[in-house]
C-alpha cells in the first residue's frame, strides 16, 4: 500500500509540477462547459427567410409579420434577385424564400385555393424540415384567424406538459451529459497517455525493476488521475448545478459511485490501450478513436441511440458512457433513484470489471 | 588569433534568478583535447549549449572556430560536432538510417556520404551493428554510434558532454582511442566528464563549480600547484574548499 | 536545402513504417471515425416512444394513434403501467411521450366538439421534446381536417433545393473530413516536433547547419501528407458508400485544403513552441480541437448561438473551411459564391502560419 502511496505520489507531483497541462486539465471541461451550455443547442432558430409578396395587401403582410414574429425566422441579408429564388439559396444569403402570389387576399376572402411557394435549401436536412414545419404551423394558425365568421374548427387538441425540464432548455441536457465525456476525456486519454509515456522514455522498465509489483505501478499511477478526473467532474456539476441552474433532484452520493465505477471502466480502457502502443503519438490517436469519439457520438449524449442503425445501436452496449449518461440525467434531472436504475447499473459494472479484467490481463502478459 | 578554436570571455547566463554560468572567461587552442570538469550541475552542459548555438547567452564574448556565438551561429555549426549525454539518434532506425539522415542534413552528396559512412565504421568498429535498430544497441555501440553522427561532416571542433556515460572501462580506453586518433588528425575536442582518469588524457583541464571557472590549466601543473597526487584529490579538494568559503 | 527536407520527409516516413500501430491507424482512422459520424450523427427527431393510456377504445381512437405513428415519427403502444404511476416509464427510460386519451373522445368529436388529449413529454432532451410537441400538434391538425373533410384555402408548395431527400448524412460527411483533416494534422504536427524536443533529437538536429525553413517544411510535409491521404480516404469512401452527390470540382476543393494545411500546420507548430511535453501538446492540439468543433457549425448551426458566440466563430478558421466543403459538394458552387470564405481562409492561413513560423526559435532564451 505504501508503494502504491509513493507512485502515486511521484505522479501527483509530475501533473503538479506541470502548470501548462493542469491549467488546460482545469479550463477545459469549464470552457466545455460554458460551450455546450450556451452555445450547443440543436433547436433550430433565426432561420433566414426572404420573402417575396406579389400581392402586397394587408393580409400578406399580416402573414409575413407572423413568420419574422415567431422567432424562428429572421429576414434574410440584403436580396436584390427575389425573382430568382435559387441564386438567392445559393449565394447563401437566405435559407428559404416564401413566395406570395397576388390575389393571395382574395383567395383568403373567397376561401378559395391558392398556393404559397416555399423554397428551402435543403443542405442542412435538420434546418430544412424544421423550416418546413414551423411554416405549417405559423399557416395554421394564422388561417385559423381569417376563418369564415361563423364557423369553429372542432376537433382534438392535444394539453402539452413538459416533465423535468418545463423550460426546455438545452443547458440541461447537454452540461450534465458533459460530465460523463470529460470523466472519459480525463481518464482514458490521460492514463494511456502516460503510462505510453514512461515507456517511450525508458523510465518504466526502470519502475519494473524495483522491488514494486506491475499491478502496484498501475495503480499509483493511475490514483491521481482518478481524482483529477473526479475534481473536474465535480467542477462542471458546480457550473451546471449554480450557474446553469441545472436542478440536481436526486442523490449526490448515489452519483458518486456510479462516477467512480464509471472512471474505473474508463481507466481500464486506457491502461488497455496503453499496453498496445509503444508512443505517445500512438496512444493518443487510439485513445481518442476508441474511447472518446463513441462516448461523445455513441452514448446518446448528443443523438438519440434509437435513430442510430442497428449496428451502432449493438455498439452502443459496450460503450460506458451510454450507462452513466443515462445514471446522471435520472439521478439529477428526475430524481431517479438506484430502484429504477438498476440495469444502468448492473451494465455500467459489468462493463468496469470486464475491463480492468482484460487490462490488468494484457498488463501482465506484456511483461513476461 | 587563429590558432584559438574557442574563446570565451566573461559569459553568463541567467535563467531567470538563477545564474548558471557565471563570468566564464576561457581559451581552447586548436588541435588540444580539452577537460571540461566539474560536478553535477556546475553549469556545464549550459555553457557547451551556448557554445553550439542552442541557447542564447544573457552577456559576454565568445568566439568559436573564429565566429562569433551571437551572430554566426549558423557558421558554427557547419564547423562543429555535438554529442549530447543524452542519446539522442533516433532509436527507431537503424545506425545507417540514422547517419545516413545525418548526413544528409549536412549536405553531403551520396557518393561522398556513402564512403564517409564505410570509413567511420571501419574506424570505430560498427561492424553489423549499423544495420540495427539504434535503440536496440548496447550503450557502448549507441555511443559510438553518436559519435559517427557527429563525425560525419568532418568537424573542426568537437564538443562531448560526457560521452561515455554508462560504458564498460575497455570500451572507454577504446573510445579514448579514437580520441587521441581525431587529435592527432587536427580536430579540437572539448571534453566534459566525470572520470578522472579520462581527465589525464587532456593536455588541459578546467574544473568548474557553480557556474565559475575555479581552476585551469594542464593536470601535471595543477597537481604540483595544489601539492596533490591524483586528480581526484584535487578535484575533491577544490570542490570542498569552494564549499566551505 | 531541397536536400535537407528530403532528409527530413524520408526520416519521417521510414518512423511511420516502423510503427505498425500507428500505419493502421492512420487508414483505418478516417474510415471508423466516417462510419461512426456518418450514422450517428442524426438530429432527426424520429422513433419518440409513445405510451398510449386509451380510455375510449374506440375506432376513432385507434385512428389517431395510427395517423400519429404515420410518419415514422412516433411510435406507440399501450402502456403497461397504471396510470398514476405513468412518470415512472420516463424514470426508466422507456418512453417519451405519455398520451392519455379521455373516455369520451370518439363521442364528443362524432358530436363536431373540441377533445382534449393529454400529450405529456419528457423535457430531458429539450430540444428533441419541443420537435416532438410540433409535430403532435401538425399531425392532431392534419387529423382534424382530414376528419370533417376540411379544405383550407391556402397551401404551401414546398420546394427543396440541393438535398431533396433530406438526408442528412449529405451534410454532416463533407464536415467530418474537414474535421478530421484539423485535427489530424494539428496533433501530428504539435507532437511531432515535441516529441523530438522530449527525446532529445531535437537537440542534435539544431546543433547541425538545418536552416528553419527546412526544418519546418521537412515536419510540415509528411504531415501535410499524411492529412492530406487521409482526408482522400475519407472523402471517397463517403462518396462511395454513403453515396454523397459531388456537385462541384475536386481541384478547387483540394487547391482550398492545400490552402487550410496552412492554418492546422500552423496552429500544430505554434503549439509545439508553448509545449514541452507530448501530452501538453497533445492537450492543447484537443483544447484546439473542441473549439474548433463546436464553433463550426459542424453539428449545431451557428444562426442558433448566442450572438456573442457567433462572433466568437468568426475567429475558428474551420468554419470557413467547413462552409467551403460544403459548398463545393453538396450546391456545387465555385469562386463566385465562396470568395469571401475563402479570402478569410487565405488570411488566416497566412497570418497564423506567420506568426507559428516567427514563433518557432532555433536558439533557447
Not at chain 3, 473542441?290 to 448566442?306: D, K
Request: aromatic residues 12%; glycine residues 8%; positive net charge.
Amino acid at each position: 500500500m505504501n508503494k502504491i502511496r509513493f507512485i502515486a505520489g511521484k505522479e501527483l507531483r509530475h501533473i503538479l509540477r506541470d502548470p501548462r497541462s493542469l491549467f488546460v486539465a482545469i479550463l477545459l471541461p469549464i470552457i466545455m462547459t460554458l460551450l455546450y451550455g450556451y452555445a450547443v443547442t440543436l433547436d433550430i432558430k433565426e432561420i433566414k427567410l426572404a420573402v417575396c409578396d406579389y400581392d402586397c395587401s394587408r393580409e400578406s403582410r399580416d402573414l409575413v409579420a407572423r413568420f419574422y414574429h415567431s422567432g424562428y425566422f429572421v429576414k434574410a441579408g440584403a436580396t436584390d434577385d427575389l425573382l430568382d429564388p435559387e441564386s438567392v439559396l445559393e449565394s447563401g444569403k437566405a435559407n428559404l424564400v416564401l413566395t406570395i402570389p397576388p390575389g393571395f387576399a382574395v383567395a383568403l376572402k373567397t376561401w378559395r385555393p391558392c398556393d404559397l411557394g416555399l423554397m428551402i435549401d435543403g443542405a442542412d436536412a435538420n434546418l430544412a424540415a424544421a423550416a418546413s414545419n414551423y411554416s405549417n404551423a405559423i399557416l395554421q394558425s394564422f388561417l385559423k384567424e381569417y376563418l369564415p365568421p361563423g364557423t369553429e374548427l372542432p376537433g382534438v387538441t392535444l394539453s402539452q406538459q413538459v416533465l423535468y425540464n418545463p423550460d426546455l432548455k438545452s443547458s440541461h441536457f447537454f452540461v450534465p451529459g458533459l460530465i460523463a465525456i470529460i470523466l472519459m476525456m480525463i481518464s482514458a486519454l490521460l492514463t494511456s497517455i502516460t503510462i505510453a509515456r514512461e515507456k517511450e522514455t525508458g523510465t518504466m522498465e526502470q519502475l519494473l525493476t524495483a522491488p514494486v509489483t506491475p499491478r502496484q505501478i498501475i495503480i499509483g499511477k493511475v490514483l491521481p488521475y482518478v481524482g483529477l478526473a473526479l475534481l473536474d467532474g465535480l467542477l462542471v456539476l458546480l457550473f451546471a448545478v449554480f450557474h446553469f441552474g441545472v436542478p440536481f433532484t436526486g442523490s449526490f452520493m448515489l452519483l458518486l459511485f456510479f462516477g467512480v465505477i464509471y472512471v474505473v471502466a474508463a481507466l481500464s480502457l486506457g491502461v488497455l490501450i496503453s499496453t498496445l502502443v509503444s508512443t505517445q503519438q500512438v496512444a493518443i490517436m487510439a485513445a481518442l478513436t476508441v474511447t472518446v469519439l463513441p462516448s461523445v457520438m455513441l452514448s446518446g449524449f448528443i443523438f438519440e441511440i434509437r435513430n442510430m442503425p442497428v449496428v451502432l445501436q449493438y455498439i452502443s452496449y459496450l460503450v460506458p458512457a451510454r450507462y452513466f449518461l443515462l445514471i446522471i440525467r435520472g439521478v439529477m434531472l428526475k430524481g431517479s433513484g438506484i430502484g429504477v436504475l438498476w440495469i444502468e447499473a448492473v451494465f455500467l459494472v459489468g462493463l468496469a470489471v470486464a475491463m480492468l479484467t482484460i487490462a490488468a490481463k494484457r498488463f501482465k502478459l506484456k511483461l513476461e | 588569433m587563429n590558432s584559438d578554436a574557442v574563446v570565451i570571455d566573461k559569459l553568463t547566463k541567467w535563467f531567470g534568478k538563477f545564474r548558471a554560468v557565471d563570468e566564464v572567461s576561457l581559451r581552447v587552442e586548436t588541435g588540444e583535447i580539452f577537460g571540461f570538469l566539474g560536478a553535477n550541475g556546475a553549469g556545464k552542459t549550459t555553457t557547451i549549449r551556448m557554445l553550439c548555438g542552442l541557447l542564447l547567452p544573457t552577456s559576454g564574448e565568445g568566439r568559436v572556430a573564429g565566429y562569433d556565438i551571437y551572430r554566426d551561429t549558423e557558421k558554427i555549426k557547419r564547423r562543429i560536432g555535438y554529442m549530447s549525454q543524452k542519446f539522442s539518434l533516433y532509436t527507431d532506425l537503424t545506425g545507417y538510417e540514422n547517419l545516413w539522415f545525418y548526413g544528409s542534413v549536412y549536405q553531403m552528396a551520396p557518393r561522398e556520404l556513402k564512403k564517409r559512412i564505410a570509413e567511420l565504421s571501419e574506424d570505430l568498429e560498427l561492424g553489423n551493428f549499423i544495420k540495427r535498430p539504434a535503440g536496440s544497441l548496447p550503450t557502448g555501440w549507441r555511443q559510438r554510434l553518436a559519435l559517427a553522427a557527429s563525425l560525419l561532416h568532418r568537424p573542426q571542433i568537437l564538443f562531448l558532454d560526457e560521452p561515455t556515460g554508462g560504458v564498460d572501462p575497455v570500451f572507454r580506453r577504446r573510445f579514448w582511442e579514437i580520441l587521441y586518433r581525431l587529435a592527432d588528425s587536427g580536430t579540437t575536442l572539448f571534453v566534459t566528464t566525470h572520470y578522472m582518469d579520462e581527465a589525464e588524457f587532456c593536455r588541459r583541464i578546467s574544473i568548474m563549480h557553480h557556474g565559475r571557472i575555479i581552476a585551469v590549466g594542464n593536470p601535471q601543473e595543477l597537481l604540483v600547484e595544489h601539492r596533490q597526487a591524483s586528480l581526484q584529490e584535487l578535484f575533491i579538494q577544490l570542490i570542498t574548499q569552494q564549499e566551505c568559503v | 536545402m531541397f536536400r535537407m527536407v528530403l532528409a527530413l520527409v524520408r526520416k519521417e516516413f521510414y518512423q511511420v513504417r516502423r510503427d505498425p500501430v500507428m500505419l493502421r491507424i492512420i487508414f483505418l482512422m478516417p474510415i471508423i471515425q466516417l462510419l461512426l459520424l456518418g450514422y450517428a450523427i442524426n438530429t432527426d427527431v424520429k422513433n419518440i416512444r409513445t405510451a398510449v393510456y386509451d380510455y375510449d377504445r374506440s375506432d376513432l381512437s385507434r385512428e389517431f394513434m395510427r395517423s400519429l405513428g404515420a410518419g415514422g415519427y412516433f411510435v406507440t403502444r399501450p402502456s403497461d403501467i397504471p396510470l398514476l404511476a405513468g412518470e415512472r416509464g420516463f424514470r426508466e427510460n422507456r418512453q417519451d411521450v405519455m398520451l392519455v386519451i379521455p373516455p369520451g373522445f370518439s363521442r364528443d368529436l362524432k358530436e363536431r366538439q373540441s377533445v382534449t388529449a393529454g400529450f405529456l413529454v419528457d423535457g430531458t432532451n429539450a430540444s428533441s421534446a419541443a420537435v416532438a410537441m410540433g409535430y403532435a400538434n401538425l399531425i392532431s391538425a392534419e387529423f382534424n381536417r382530414e376528419l370533417y373533410r376540411l379544405s383550407l384555402p391556402v397551401t404551401l408548395r414546398q420546394k427543396v433545393l440541393y438535398n431533396p431527400e433530406a438526408e442528412s448524412v449529405y451534410f454532416m460527411v463533407p464536415a467530418i473530413v474537414a474535421i478530421l483533416l484539423t485535427m489530424v494534422t494539428v496533433m501530428l504536427m504539435s507532437m511531432a516536433i515535441v516529441r523530438e524536443r522530449e527525446i532529445g533529437t531535437l537537440e542534435q538536429l539544431l546543433v547541425t547547419p538545418i536552416t528553419k525553413p527546412a526544418l519546418l517544411l521537412g515536419k510540415a510535409i509528411p504531415f501535410s501528407l499524411i492529412g492530406l491521404v487521409e482526408f482522400s480516404i475519407a472523402l471517397v469512401f463517403g462518396v462511395i458508400w454513403f453515396g454523397i452527390p459531388f456537385a462541384g470540382s475536386w481541384t478547387l476543393l483540394y487547391l482550398l485544403a492545400f490552402i487550410f494545411l496552412f492554418t492546422t500546420l500552423g496552429v500544430g507548430i505554434f503549439i509545439s513552441t508553448i509545449t514541452k511535453t507530448q501530452q501538453q501538446a497533445m492537450f492543447f492540439a484537443w483544447f484546439f480541437s473542441i473549439f474548433a468543433i463546436l464553433t463550426s457549425g459542424f453539428f449545431i448551426p451557428i444562426q442558433n448561438m448566442p450572438q456573442s458566440i457567433q462572433y466568437l466563430t468568426y475567429l475558428n478558421p474551420v468554419r470557413y473551411f467547413l462552409t467551403v466543403i460544403r459548398g463545393i459538394m453538396m450546391k456545387g458552387v465555385g469562386l463566385e459564391a465562396l470568395y469571401p470564405n475563402i479570402i478569410a481562409m487565405i488570411v488566416f492561413s497566412v497570418g497564423i502560419f506567420t506568426f507559428a513560423w516567427l514563433r518557432f526559435a532555433k536558439r533557447t532564451k
